[in-house]
């Protein structure tokens, strides 16, 4: 397509989102038709006729028992629940120690409905019946714009890391170097416990790598998020939350679990809460101590140049890894007033890995002769303390469930990086003296954020957002790379590679805004959204070459929802949006796995954006039928070619491509089988195609290929509860590369006792160690195919003790705050 053709798309597309935003001024009074919201309310007691509070009650679509709106009773035993009118509902009342409560069917009329007073009995049999198998949430809930894994209560969780329960939740695959990607598309935005992580590729697979998931509560999975949200993440958001406890009064919990592959995974940690009605302190610490190993196998054909023969090598590379983190927050959340909330929090990881790599690799002539056999030992020490702090407001102008809320937000971060290299290379075949390369690796990353939202509900249930975030982010890298010469120690000297020992620097200001409106009609909900984005970047290496870019874009986004009857409906969303470089995709700083390839970043790389396409329908309200498109302008992919230097080294780093059109169908079937077993069905088949040009090789590569996953969730007698997952990735092409097919399955039992204080897990993941990655990558002058193994097969025990008040309160509704600011500051961690 003519690029002037992209530009006249982009400028009607941007004027009709901002139509449509002006148009909020037709949609509200259309929204005035709207079907009115009616509540119900009631009070619930004991037998004895005392109000009981904190009863968990639940409003339910009549036709299938599906939850509508849950609120528990105040001190009084008060409830109040509100939803639309006109419809028919069951309400359902459940506190532990008593049977459940369900009331007769009921049509909500526009005045509302006031239940008779409801009496509950005890029953310790039902009670501990609840506690079991009724009270566990799902391991998977499919909402209508995203997917909740549930991970605190799977047992398949136990010793793991967030990036293990990550690569098993529904559609989220990683390529050959650890990128993540949603549905099949790289380019996501991470939101942990709130806030952006600044971080992708390897460098983000590390960083989850060292969190243990222990520490996770849940992951969300949005492929089309609205305006609110950052415009970086063209293939959606994942965001991760983290526990934190609801309980009254004084709480804590211990944590413990062991695991073996070939090596050790120990994880321990604990958590500390106190929580009055006012007041919320609480803060969690986890010990990693992990230790795992990476394997490779390459072969490699480099095409003959004006300077070089044609050769191919074979090559075995064993990476030794031994990770120690900290992780820890502490927070304060405190009641300013009845409607005014204050929030300050710390977090902090600290990570120290050591490895040692050894490599061996056979370089052959065009006759089949042996050329050279060079081996390497790699030793780096790679040290990130990395730490935030976040101050956050919310305000409610009323008491009324349809008062106006303002939050505000101040953030900041501060990443660090040291890394010391020593690569020692020998040449035997034939014999050349010894070589020894050393590194002095160090950046920092700062990043300051101020965020504002506000909320106005409009009448007949329309609501407008706004918000406004202004972010700084400075990054400063050096390093030293030293070459050692001289045949014994008395000789030797260490001289300093100019040519690789450059600085570089990074200086990013993004200032955002968005406006969003939602309006639920009677059977139809319409949300539009607009968000603008002007960035100010300045690039500068070694202060010789400094790159700058100023540009405002726009980012409309659109979803609407229509019921067609009680069993079917349907879903359409589009929006555009960007994804800009990471530091590490940017800073050409070399990182070395051994003497014969290194990574680097392209100080050229561009940004790409993206338009994104997706209709849905829903049988039910839990089975889900969803068509996407996405195009993607200037995509960047990752390759492998020989380095510029004329030896036979080779670089990974991202380029830009042409354009990416990416289709995909994707089925899901929560499946009830019987009454103790639950099976969630994911299955995803996409058409990926990749146009452009590396130099002399051009690219037009297309391929079909599918994601299936399955879990099965299973309430065992005795109070034991099981889970067995697996899933499975065939052959599928990533730009340049083609990655073989692959899968996975784990089993896991869980055991809750001693009045729910304790609970033991026993976990076994990739049992048939079917995960091994292989890919292959073809240029017209060069070929590369690996085989990568990793310590995935994994036995684990996990035993967690809590203790303190059992009693719950309503957990306070956070907001996201900076969610957005930090993903791609890869080069400082």
């Known amino acids: 397509m003519p690029f002037s053709t992209l530009i006249n798309i982009n400028s009607t597309f941007c004027r009709v989102a901002r139509y449509l935003l002006i148009g909020g001024g037709v949609v509200a009074p259309l929204a005035m038709r709207a079907q009115e919201r009616a509540a119900v309310t009631g009070t619930v007691g004991s037998a004895a006729g005392a109000g009981l509070e904190l009863v968990t009650v639940a409003l339910h679509r009549a036709t299938d028992s599906v939850v509508v709106k849950t609120e528990f009773t105040n001190a009084t035993g008060a409830f109040r629940l509100e939803a639309a009118a006109g419809e028919r509902y069951l309400v359902s009342a459940q506190k532990v120690g008593y049977k459940r409560y369900w009331s007769p069917a009921l049509v909500l009329p526009a005045t509302g409905a006031v239940l008779p007073a409801i009496s509950l009995l005890p029953s310790q049999a039902v009670a501990l019946k609840e506690v079991t198998v ?364 100019t040519d690789i020992s450059q600085p570089f620097t990074y200086h990013e200001n993004v200032n955002a805004a968005y406006v969003s409106l939602r309006s639920n009609l009677a059977k139809t909900t319409l949300q539009a959204g607009l968000r603008g984005e002007q960035a100010n970047i300045r690039a500068d290496l070694s202060g010789a070459s400094v790159r700058e870019q100023h540009y405002f874009q726009l980012f409309p986004s659109l979803l609407v929802q229509h019921t067609l009857n009680k069993n079917n409906a349907l879903s359409l969303s589009v929006a555009r949006r960007i994804d800009r470089p990471s530091y590490l995709q940017l800073s050409p700083l070399r990182v070395y796995l051994d003497a014969t390839s290194y990574s680097a970043g392209n100080y050229s790389l561009l940004p790409q954006t993206s338009y994104n396409f997706e209709v849905s329908h829903t049988y039910k309200g839990k089975f889900t039928t969803a068509l996407a498109y996405a195009r993607t302008n200037q995509p960047f992919v990752i390759t492998s070619q020989p380095s510029p230097d004329g030896d036979r080294v080779v670089v990974n780093q991202y380029v830009n491509l042409s354009t990416q059109n990416f289709y995909t169908l994707n089925l899901i079937a929560p499946l009830q089988l019987t009454k103790s077993w639950t099976l969630y069905a994911n299955v995803l088949a996409y058409y990926n195609q990749y146009q452009g040009m590396l130099n002399t090789t051009v690219l037009d590569r297309g391929r079909l290929a599918c994601n299936l996953t399955a879990n099965n969730s299973f309430a065992l007698p005795h109070g034991w509860t099981a889970e067995l997952n697996g899933f499975y990735e065939s052959r599928e092409v990533g730009g340049f590369q083609v990655l073989q097919h692959r899968g996975q399955v784990g089993a896991a039992v869980q055991k809750v006792f001693w009045h729910k204080q304790a609970t033991f897990r026993l976990n076994a993941t990739d049992i048939f160690y079917t995960t091994p990655l292989r890919v292959t990558s073809t240029y017209d002058d060069f070929m590369e195919s690996f085989y990568r193994r990793q310590d995935l097969r994994v036995v684990t025990a996990a035993f967690t003790y809590r203790f303190g008040n059992n009693k719950v309160t309503a957990a306070r509704k956070r907001t996201i705050g900076a969610d957005d600011e930090l993903r791609r500051a890869a080069d400082s961690q």
């Open 134 to 497: 009724a009270g566990r949430k799902p391991l998977y809930e499919q909402l209508a714009d995203r997917t909740v894994v549930n991970v605190a209560d799977s047992p398949l969780a136990a010793g793991a890391t967030t990036l293990d329960i990550l690569g098993r939740a529904p559609n989220v695959t990683a390529n050959g170097t650890d990128e993540l990607a949603l549905r099949g598309r790289q380019g996501l935005l991470v939101v942990l416990d709130g806030k952006r992580v600044p971080l992708t590729g390897s460098d983000l697979a590390e960083y989850l790598r060292a969190l243990p998931a222990e520490q996770v509560q849940s992951v969300e999975l949005i492929t089309n998020p609205p305006a609110s949200y950052d415009a970086q993440g063209g293939a959606g958001v994942i965001i991760i939350n983290l526990k934190k406890d609801q309980r009254l009064g004084a709480n804590a919990s211990l944590n413990v679990s062991y695991g073996r592959g070939r090596y050790g995974k120990a994880v321990a940690g604990g958590s500390l809460n106190y929580r009055r009605k006012n007041l919320n302190l609480y803060g969690t610490y986890t010990f990693n101590d992990r230790q795992y190993y990476t394997q490779f196998t390459f072969g490699r054909h480099f095409m003959a140049t004006p300077t070089l023969p044609a050769t191919r090598s074979n090559q075995d590379t064993y990476q030794y890894l031994k990770q120690l983190t900290n992780s820890a927050k502490v927070g304060l959340d405190i009641n300013l007033s009845k409607r005014t909330l204050l929030g300050v929090s710390a977090t902090g990881l600290t990570s120290k890995t050591t490895s040692e790599t050894t490599s061996d690799a056979f370089f052959y002539g065009d006759g089949g002769a042996l050329a050279d056999r060079v081996y390497s030992q790699t030793e780096q020490d790679v040290s990130r303390p990395n730490g935030a702090v976040n101050l956050n407001l919310r305000h409610t102008f009323a008491d009324s469930a349809t008062a106006s809320v303002i939050s505000a937000d101040a953030d900041y971060a501060r990443y660090r990086n040291a890394r010391q290299l020593k690569l020692d290379t020998n040449h035997s075949s034939p014999a050349l003296g010894p070589t020894e390369l050393t590194g002095d690796q160090r950046s920092t990353l700062s990043i300051g954020t101020a965020k504002i939202d506000y909320s106005q509900p409009l009448p007949h249930r329309a609501r407008l957002d706004l918000g406004a975030k202004v972010t700084q982010i400075a990054s400063e890298n050096g390093t030293v790379f030293y070459n050692r010469t001289g045949i014994t120690p008395s000789d030797y000297k260490y001289v300093v590679l």
